[in-house]
């Protein structure tokens, strides 16, 4: 994407170049990215008259929504929201996002409650039943932590009322490698069309997985 050539990205990988600046700046380029994206500063400064115990203890309300309202529509109507649950707000405040220009506006935060199907494709990470929060304005596939693997919710199917997998995600040969957690199941792959990128796939990031609810 960034018009790098074989031995370029050899080099690259093998740690006999560096990327120069310019170089970084072509990748940024070519991702839709930028260093605000990449790295968001909260300017917010929290009142002094705030504890730092009222401010673990606030939550935000997140609609609960079917699959295919997740996946298909850019605001949750009322009658859309199944129910609302209540997450703690330090899950969701700066959060780092990335998600083309078609996507930025959709509202970010819904989840779904995760069936028996995408249950025990996550066993034990995911239960039947649990709540599962998704960030819309994440879709790059570069991962979130360098300590653990990311989750995405991922469409399945072009177009409208496609249905929704959570798993975690690779891109390699052009295509999707969806990974479920549960060895028993059988990993499986989405080849983008010729007009479609793989970010129009991802649905957004899991942030928030909350089994008890």
């Known amino acids: 994407m960034a018009s790098f050539n074989q031995a370029h990205i050899s080099n690259f990988l093998n740690g ?114 649990a709540v599962v929060v998704i960030d819309r304005h994440y879709h790059s596939l570069a991962p979130y932590s360098a300590h653990r693997r990311t989750l995405y919710a991922v469409r399945t199917g072009g177009g409208a009322g496609g249905g929704l997998l959570l798993r975690y995600v690779e891109f390699d040969g052009g295509s999707l490698i969806l990974r479920p957690l549960a060895q028993e199941v059988p990993v499986q792959v989405i080849t983008p069309g010729a007009k479609e990128t793989p970010a129009d796939y991802i649905v957004g990031r899991v942030c928030v997985v909350v089994s008890e609810l």
């Open 16 to 129: 006999r170049r560096a990327l120069s600046l310019s170089g970084l700046d072509r990748v940024l380029a070519a991702q839709g990215l930028s260093v605000e994206r990449m790295m968001p500063l909260d300017l917010s400064v929290a009142s002094e008259s705030e504890s730092e115990s009222d401010r673990d203890a606030e939550t935000e309300a997140v609609p609960v929504v079917s699959a295919a309202t997740a996946v298909d529509d850019a605001v949750v109507r009322p009658e859309a929201v199944i129910e609302t649950v209540q997450v703690a707000a330090s899950a969701l405040r700066g959060n780092r996002w990335w998600a083309p220009e078609k996507y930025a506006q959709w509202q970010r935060y819904v989840a779904v409650r995760a069936d028996a199907q995408q249950a025990a494709a996550m066993d034990p990470l995911i239960v039947p039943g």
